[in-house]
């Protein structure tokens, strides 16, 4: 699966990411907000190995997030299938810190979207969020997510207790609000 936006390319992680792949995810402005961080380079060769071509039936599928002119490595996005189809698809994104501010995040989002209510036709995406991230608190508000809920003190993080924030979009309300032009082409 590759996905194209004017800026991006989301494609395959590749063995050859790993050092890119370790040094953002490790970066402490990533991690902070990170369920997983790679210990060393070869914990992220092995995330790398990991990965499935394509989507599976269920699980996660992480895929590289590249400038499409350069190809370098930037961030990684994720989708977290469900066993059943009719469940809630989960998202999740990762950007370097150089290159936070850019609008990438968003854009990269927006082609992960238009791929899970598209091509695989589900019905639900959501993403569990810190709400200290205000960033991407911002992103996914501007996008048309809805807060669903505010989970206090709900994770054990890194040594504290965290906040999770639900945020949700339903398939018609991506295709009738920000995702109809992209749907359109």
């Known amino acids: 699966m590759e996905l194209a936006t004017a800026r991006l390319r989301i494609d395959a992680l590749r063995p050859q990411d ?20 790679p210990v060393d380079v070869a914990a992220a060769r092995d ?12 699980g996660w599928f992480q895929r590289a997030i590249r400038l499409r002119d350069s190809g370098q ?10 066993e059943q189809a009719e469940d809630s698809v989960e998202f999740g994104i990762s950007i370097a810190p ?9 854009e990269a989002v927006r082609a992960m979207f238009a791929f899970v209510f598209g091509q695989l036709g589900r ?3 959501h993403a569990s969020v ?39 979009m339903l398939a018609r ?4 609000g920000p995702g109809a032009a992209i749907h359109r082409g």
Request: proline share 5%; aromatic share 10%.
């Open 47 to 58: 995330f790398i190995a990991a990965q499935p071509t394509q989507p599976q039936a269920s």
């Open 18 to 37: 790993a050092e890119a792949l370790f040094a953002y995810r490790a970066d402490p402005v990533v991690a902070r907000f990170q369920g997983w961080c």
């Open 123 to 125: 019905h639900r995406i």
């Open 130 to 168: 810190d709400p200290r991230n205000l960033a991407c608190v911002a992103m996914l508000r501007a996008l048309g997510m809805r807060q669903e809920a505010h989970h206090r003190e709900s994770l054990w993080l890194r040594g504290e207790w965290v906040d999770d924030v639900i945020f949700a």
């Open 173 to 176: 309300e991506w295709l009738s």
């Open 73 to 82: 490595l930037i961030g990684d996005v994720g989708v977290n299938l469900p």
């Open 98 to 106: 150089t290159h936070q501010g850019s609008g990438y995040a968003s």
